[in-house]
């Protein structure tokens, strides 16, 4: 049959590259030379991001727009990390909380759980915070310091 026989490399190609599919990504090259770190081992993780656990507290500045009335900053707030999950009280009087997770360089991004357009996004470091908190169109610089 003349339709078999285009059907058969066309098979054969196929199952190539299912084979191909089930390899690791090569690993990472660095300064010309093959890293030292196997894809399986970074694939894996080495767990959350203790680096930056602690508790940390400050103040939050309103960034001024005259287009629109924001609600004032609360007079202070308190984030706490641990085992590499963030969490920010934002409104101390409702006990208002954002959470999230903190990457190795210290990067987050911590939003409401029931507002998706509430949220903190920063870098944490080994004595500071620093960030812009977003609620709506009202925007605040972050400022925290650990203890």
Not at 56 to 84: F, H, I, K, M
């Amino acid at each position: 049959m003349p339709g078999r026989s285009l059907l058969a490399p066309l098979a054969a190609g196929l199952l190539a590259l299912g084979a191909c599919a089930d390899e690791p990504p090569a690993p990472p090259i660095s300064g010309g030379r093959i890293s030292g770190t196997s894809a399986t081992t970074a694939r894996a993780g080495t767990g959350p991001v203790t680096t930056f656990d602690g508790t940390y507290q400050g103040t939050a500045t309103l960034n001024p727009d005259r287009s629109r009335r924001c609600p004032d900053p609360p007079p202070s707030l308190e984030a706490t990390v641990r085992q590499g999950r963030a969490s920010l009280v934002i409104n101390p009087v409702t006990r208002q909380t954002l959470s999230g997770t903190v990457g190795a360089d210290g990067d987050v991004r911590m939003v409401d759980v029931v507002d998706r357009n509430v949220m903190t996004t920063g870098i944490f470091n080994a004595i500071s915070f620093t960030g812009r908190h977003q609620a709506g169109v009202c925007t605040y610089a972050i400022s925290l310091r650990k203890l």
